[in-house]
């Protein structure tokens, strides 16, 4: 278990140690752990509290956005788990709260609207007064009041009454127990993306009490999610309410948990993610959605001014310019500073002159912007405080900060729930989302359920961290980038090492994937900042037994999907590693992933290659066209492309074409091959054996396979164990997928 102080303090030592100019000292990858023993869900992980955007101007810091996560399981200490509804727990209190993020309001009587809170703030000697004023009409025929509770909670009764009418809250000095609301219609919405029209909710009417008689109003309803609630008055009598309340049951159906975002002090990489898990009712009913996001700064928040742009006419006034001091402009919006509120005199001047000049066009700007180095991007990046000091008419907006940050990832598979034991273990889980190494991670948890009483909960959560990296970049590439379908093809693929001198800790190692097994390894070379070569030449060599070594050079595993070599540690910025070798491709745009490894760090942990123009190719005879600087990032260049076939089911081989069962070890068996081409997902198959009157023998196989390379053996037994006679067989493999069937034919003889 690592707590947070000590990767804190760790992080803190390795900058002292940069700032002295000493050499830093990485160790093996250490274990972050949240919940359970771990840290503490409820304080977040102890790191930079987590900013949710809640409107365009306006956010709110929380682990818990809408407040409806449970820290405090009695059973399970330091768990999280939905929240459940206590029968006698009136709901609205604090639905308008930052916690909650809900709100109360009337769109059509903004008079009211300051009084509102009163309803629901569990004070039974306050109230929304609307009772006849002397000499005046009440005026309160058809003014609607929303509550918005902020998520969405299992609700089956709602309760509303003026003051000293509920036996709860005595309130003698106000005897206004008969100005109650004598007629009403309530309406609800459960809060679903599908209710909605245009943002705003579609209400159905839940009750209509035209002539009601009851001054403490107790409404049932059938249990159902609910979020928006909007209560009508249909009465002209003046009235009061003092407080409304909302009762629930069962687990509210959504839970978010954010990660407090933690800072590991430099680039970092990660391993593998997993969590331990607890469900209650219909396991089928209830589910856990675990994401993941890095970033490169400490806020995945963009927050925006409107930079100067045309003059405009102000309304009832004269011309602006389109400054500081000026009014709303045609300006875009746009993430940095004024240049007053930039520190440093260059970036100060650059802003002035470059990046809010009105004569230059909004994209040059941004370019200028995006070029600057990462910590004077940061000095002049507009932050919260500065935003929310800015005039209205100068505020552009709130957003998500795709330049800085990645997006979420997509949910994590399930299969990497672990057992409390299991928590610790590096090998277990998934491996995390994260293409380039980041300084800044953060996770969030979704706690669904579809039935009131199902559930699940959260206890720990754990994942691997390395720093520093293994390089700042690893930029790889592949050629040709072209092949045909099923092909053998020599592939060339390259890899450079762009990394921080004395920071960074090289790999030695590195990985490729392929998508079927490598047949042959040719040259594996390492070409060092100074114009040495280490070379080792593996041509004509089995692969049969590993590892081959040769002049410090390792094949370590070529397996069904990956090959591994090995190399004296790479550290050396500009480094490039090549390793060429035989494989085929059967999908179009198939990508050779491949990553970086130092087994002295971790057994797990890799650095992902990124997509780039590693090196030019065109000096092993490659056409390279490629004409972006050495060492750019390039989408695309770890894609080898392949015509697209209409065959989904090609080179159909029996081996050996005639085989002899007889128990002697020689020749017992016979392989039925087969590749399966541009099949992103899995599809089914089936593998028959017919005798030559179309009777069938066996059914050797029936599954579901994707694009890829198979083999299944077939002993000469029929479907009841028994040794089939000597004689010819047919064999049948049959694909069935979305973009059609095909059936392929082969034929296999039997002797003893």
Known sequence: MLLKTHWYTRSLLLCFALTLGLSAMPGEAEVIIIGGQGLSWEEGGDGIEPTVIRSAVKVEHTNTPGGVIDFN???????????????????????????????????????IRADLPNMIDNDGLTALDLRVAAGQAAQVLGIIIDLDLGARFGINRFKFFPRNADAAFPAPAFPFQNDFMRGFELFLNDGTDQSQLEGRPIYQTIALQSLNEESVVNLRVEPQYVRHIRLKSLTTAGFEIAEFQIFGTGFVPEARYLSDLMDFGDLALFGNLRWVQVSEGDEGRSSVEIRTRIGQDADPVEYNKIRPGERVFRTGGGATSGNRAGTTTSGDPVPWKWADDVEDAELKTLVETVLDNEELDIREAFEAFNDLPLQQQIQVTLEESEFNSLKNEDKGGIREDVTNWSGWSPPYSSSAVVSEAEIEDASMGVPIIAVSPRRYFQFSVDLISEEFKAARGVGALSFEVVTPPFAEHIIGEISPREAAVGQQTSFTYAVRNQSRPGQDRGFDRFEINTPLKAQAVQRISVTNPDGSVLMADFTGMSLDALPLSQNDIIIIEVSDNALVVGFPLIEGDGTVLKVEFDAAVLRFGTTFTGRA??????????????????????????????????????????????????DLLVNLAVVPGAFSPNGDAINDATTIQYDITNIARLAPVKVRIYDLSGREIRRLYDGLDSSGRFARAWDGRDDGGDMVPPGNYLVAVSLKAGTGSEKGIGIVAVAY
């Open 597 to 646: 490894l130092n087994p002295d760090a971790s057994e797990t942990i890799g650095q992902n290659a990124v997509p780039g123009n590693a090196v030019d190719l065109s000096a092993d005879g490659f056409v390279d066209t490629d004409i972006q600087p050495v060492g750019t990032p390039l989408t695309g260049n770890l894609s080898v492309a392949v015509p697209i076939v209409r």
């Open 73 to 111: 399981s009695a059973d399970l200490p330091n768990w999280i788990f939905p929240q459940r509804a206590d029968t006698t727990l009136n709901i609205a209190v604090g639905a308008a709260s930052e916690d909650r993020g809900g709100k109360i309001t009337s769109p059509n009587a903004q008079r």
